[in-house]
């Protein structure tokens, strides 16, 4: 068992800016995806995406943070935001969710490409493969922070977190950072040039990250503390897993229209 570090979760301050690990962690994540996407970009030769790269890019961080401050409104404590809609938009108040803002760069990411005649299933797939990069990067971020830890366990690496009470908890943060940020890169990276040289379908990349995703989360839940407003459905399913098995039925079904269609790349 151990006792979690004290951690400032400021770095830095310049008078009133204050530079956080979180915030740095997400900064880290898209300069990755950034990256690498420019690297497939040469690799694949994909002239359409690279004309239209750093728009695209705005608009889905714009979808991103709306998505995911809205998918949490909605998702996880609609019937105190629908009593205080002023506070819809204080994102500096913390709550965010993943499954909102995968929602919002979904549908920004298509309204896009449908308006500038891009192949939305074809650039989807460059895009999606760098994801975990960030995904990992934010649940490191979530650890320095002490915040959504594990449920109450005695394995050996068990953790007394800040705000978890005095009982050992599992550092749930770090499990996700594992299976959402590094195993799903280490799978998804390299089929991503499967998919190139094989000639998959196109959409093949979203689908397999809808599906990988939603299991790793579905795994990891049975670690994570739910959320004290909300509980377990039926004694047992979170609120993340729900989500996160409508995740994996539309990869599923996704999967079966891309394959039937043959949208190859």
Known sequence: MFTFPHIDPVIFSLGPLQV??????????????YFLVRRQIAAFQLTNLEREFENLNLTMLICLVLGGRLGYVFFYNFSYYIQHPLEIMATW????????????????GWLYCRRKNLNFLENADVYVVTIPIGLGLGRIGNFLNGELYGRVSDVPWAMIFPTGGPLARHPSQLYEALLEGLLLFVILWPLKKVQHTRKWPRGSMLALFLV????????????????AHIGLMADTISRGQLLSVI???AGLVLLAVVSRKKSFS
């Open 93 to 108: 108040q913390g709550g965010m969710s993943f499954h909102g803002g995968m929602l919002g760069v979904i549908g920004g």
């Open 20 to 33: 956080r690990w979180y915030g740095l962690m997400y900064v880290l994540g898209f300069a990755a995806s």
């Open 212 to 227: 990988l995703y939603g299991v790793f989360r579905c795994i990891v839940e049975f670690f994570r503390e739910p959320d």
């Open 247 to 249: 995740m994996i039925c």
